[in-house]
């Protein structure tokens, strides 16, 4: 099984179908083919292969589809890299993945390396090889058919480079499909960092031979504006896509073509989902992806009735809820979720761990804290490492934030712990407002608190702040 030939059987299936369509404008399935081939050449060339690590860094588009799949044509172990990192962040990646060469579509300031050059593609435009001054060695010998490499978000510490091979991601992809059950008549609006999701879901969107629409940016009118023009089916986001979706005033409608929207990534609020679905009649979808599983489990037949819930396990996959002695829980019962199933990941990088090595009696422990309802849907109650004990109540920080952005003024919300002298812990949250809201003071967003959650789960303090970091894929940074 080789994701590269995947490609080659797309070309051969679909060839005049439209595989892309970007800022540079349509591209069918047999071009792109022959873009992947011509640079692929190239890369050989330059002695690319052999296990090596190549870093592929770009915007949403055709390039970085390329450059991925010319990679990890020739061989090597490809690591996918968004082009909005800064240096700092693109240094401590690679002090932890030895990458030979990094290969980028020229939208970023190039690393400093032994060589670089310009590599033409057949369209005219062209993409920068560096070669870095790193061994030309396997980047994860002890793993076979290794593919790509990916690191964790990192939201509450250092984060981990997982190695993913050619039938994990394969697996992981045809898995996922038997949920959405996606064609070659589809069409998906793409909005979320494609070098983030690569492996899973661009490459299943190409795989059955889907058109893949990039929207000019994520914001809300530009979704709708290509949802509408291309007649869009599918749909892929995350909350903040929700609400602000969800918050666009204009009145706009998505078309009656989109038959699905699926959001990943953290939590999505019940009441984010039931005012999205009033406004645009269309119920929003939660999955659960991660990315040493994939995303076994998808909320397909009760989205509508139940948005809280993150869905049950798509077939082949098992899901487990555990106590603190990894035994497991009874329905209603909050526990860390484990999961197993096809395509799982092959281990980490660095520290070198395989997966066997990781997996507790097969099953890999999330790190999330979940319950199962009465129907057997399962619902994401929080973080393992971030739930506060306010004087002996249980508080997922996620919940907090998770009201504190309903409010109209806040853009993002961080909810953490301070040491209480009387409770042991009390809630503390920081405050992002958008640009252009009304004054809005700590006392207003604490009364709009005050109204919706237990007096427990109610911040002791709460600070406005200019800015509340992200991680390098959108997501907000605890620690």
């Known amino acids: 099984m080789n994701v590269y030939e995947t490609l080659s059987q797309a070309a051969r299936q679909w060839p005049n179908q439209t595989a892309i369509i970007d800022a540079a404008g349509p591209l069918d399935y047999q071009s792109l083919w022959r873009e992947i081939e011509a640079l692929r050449a190239q890369l050989e060339r330059l002695g690319v292969g052999g296990g090596q690590g190549v870093g ?32 700092d962040e693109i240094s401590e990646m690679l002090a932890r993945a030895p990458l030979c060469a990094i290969l980028d579509d020229g939208s970023a300031t ?18 920068r090889f560096t070669r870095l001054a790193v061994p030309p060695a396997p980047l994860a010998p002890w793993v076979e058919g290794a593919a790509f490499l990916r690191f964790t978000s990192g939201t509450t510490g250092a984060s981990k480079g997982v190695i993913l091979t050619h039938q994990g991601v394969l697996e992981r992809t045809r898995a996922a499909n ?62 903040m896509h929700v609400r602000m979706l969800k918050a666009e005033s204009s009145g706009r409608v998505l078309p009656p073509s ?45 989205a509508a009735e139940h948005p809280e819930a993150v869905g049950r396990p798509l077939p082949g996959y098992d899901a487990v809820i555990l106590d603190d002695q990894m035994k497991p829980l009874a329905t209603g019962q ?49 973080r393992l490492k971030t739930v506060i004990d306010v004087a002996g109540h249980k508080v997922f920080p996620e919940e907090v934030a998770a009201i504190l952005d309903q409010y109209p003024a806040v853009l993002r919300s961080r909810v953490t712990t301070r040491p209480h002298p009387q409770l042991g812990e009390s809630i503390h949250a920081e405050v992002q407002l958008r640009g252009g809201s009304p004054p809005t003071t700590t006392e207003d967003i604490l009364a709009f608190c005050r109204r919706r959650l237990s007096s427990h789960k109610v911040p002791s303090s709460l600070d406005l702040v200019a800015e509340i970091p992200l991680t390098s894929s959108g997501k907000v940074r605890h620690g």
């Not at 422990?365 to 849907?377: C, E, S, V």
Request: aromatic share 8%; with cysteine.
């Open 56 to 87: 592929v860094r770009g915007r949403n588009g055709r390039a970085l589809v390329v450059g991925c799949l010319a990679a990890v044509g020739c061989g090597a172990v490809v690591m996918p890299i968004h082009h909005l990192l800064k240096p």
């Open 110 to 127: 190039p690393p400093a390396g032994e060589m670089a050059c310009d590599l033409k593609l057949q369209d005219g435009t062209s993409m």
């Open 178 to 239: 038997q949920g959405l059950g996606l064609t070659s008549r589809d069409k998906v609006l793409w909005v979320l960092p494609m070098s983030y999701h690569f492996f899973a879901s661009i490459l299943l969107y190409l795989e059955v031979g889907a058109t893949i629409v990039v929207s000019a940016d994520y914001l809300a009118g530009s979704i709708l504006d290509a949802a509408q023009l291309h007649e869009a089916t599918f749909l892929y986001v995350t909350p």
């Open 258 to 302: 989109l038959r699905r929207i699926m959001s990943v990534s953290s939590r999505l609020h019940p009441q984010i989902a039931r005012d999205f679905q009033a406004r645009y009649h269309v119920p929003v979808a939660q999955g659960y992806g991660i990315i040493e599983v994939g995303v076994p489990l998808m909320n397909l037949e009760d």
């Open 334 to 382: 909050t526990g860390q979720l484990g999961l197993r199933g096809p395509g799982m990941f092959a281990g980490y990088l660095n520290p070198k761990k395989r997966r066997e090595e990781i997996l507790h009696d097969g099953w890999f422990l999330t790190g999330d804290l979940a319950h199962r309802d009465d129907a057997g849907r399962i619902v994401i109650d929080g």
